[in-house]
């Protein structure tokens, strides 16, 4: 019997990679989970779980995690998983330029930290899938959303051209693009909304903008979005990226993907920009 494949998992503390590291777990691979808080990563270990701790805004923990990682598969990495990403609502021109520099380390700079690690290994295997969980907003940008689309489009740039000049090694790069998925992000975005804006919002030109329909989204109870799907949906298409014999280089996840996809490439770049404005 040949020993189950192995994958690595990020920001499995809930949504997406919990769900991910625990159906993975029942389909058969050597799930080797992480978070970034040690609470969690203690969690998931009760749960039966393999974890252990990656937080993308600290290199040496992505470094220490890796190899804690391999340790427990014995050196071998057949799938990596990158996850986990927070949002900074605001309108850019609020954005601090401190703000963008924090949250490409944790959803940009991070990720690539990572793969570097994970290529070697998959190089020397002669195979190997890495996973990137983008989003509708790494093509499609709306309003508010600025910090988080940068991200999102700078991670689609660099897999794609990761993409280019990995083909023939056996290494597979696949971007995974969901639009709203059940999560924690709305959440997770209060704190950094907290800290970057609210101290200076009362100041911005968008003042009325952010009192009556910015901090009403983020602090109201939790209320499902339009086409919402939860995490299963995403966890049925990183099996397909990760067991498909020819995986594909996108995977959409939910109705606004496939709309705005569909809408990117049908549609004159104004009169897509103001099918966005008339949705966000």
């Known amino acids: ?81 990158n996850n986990g990403a927070y949002g900074i609502p605001a309108m850019t021109e609020d954005l601090p330029t401190d703000a963008l520099r924090r949250i490409f380390e944790a959803n940009f700079f991070g990720w690539h930290t990572l793969t570097c690690r994970a290529i070697p290994i998959m190089r020397e295997a002669g195979a190997g899938r890495i996973v990137q969980n983008s989003s509708v907003l790494g093509f499609a940008a709306m309003p508010t959303r600025g910090a988080y689309n940068a991200t999102k489009f700078a991670l689609e740039g660099l897999s794609d051209t990761m993409r280019a000049e990995l083909h023939g090694t056996g290494i597979h790069i696949v971007l995974i693009e969901p639009g709203p998925i059940t999560s924690k992000i709305r959440e997770n975005a209060r704190g ?54 020819r995986p594909q280089p996108r995977y959409y996840v939910t109705t606004p993907t496939y709309f705005a996809g569909t809408l990117k490439r049908l549609l004159p770049t104004r009169w897509f920009d103001a099918v966005i404005r008339r949705s966000s």
């Open 1 to 81: 019997m040949t020993d189950p494949r192995t994958i690595l998992i990020t920001g499995c503390s809930s949504g997406i990679g919990y769900t991910c590291a625990h159906g993975l777990k029942v389909r058969g691979w050597n799930v080797v989970a992480s978070c970034r808080r040690a609470a969690d990563v203690e969690r998931l270990r009760d749960e039966g779980l393999q974890c252990v701790l990656i937080d993308y805004e600290d290199e040496p923990s992505i470094h220490a995690g890796f190899e804690e990682a391999l340790a427990l598969t014995d050196g071998r990495l057949d799938a990596l998983f």
């Open 192 to 245: 950094q909304y907290e800290k970057w804006i609210a101290p200076i919002a009362d100041h911005s030109p968008w003042a009325d903008f952010y009192e009556t329909r910015l901090r009403e989204r983020l602090y109201a109870p939790y209320s499902k979005d339009k086409y919402e799907l939860g995490p299963e949906a995403v966890l049925r298409k990183l099996v397909h990226a990760i067991e498909s014999p």
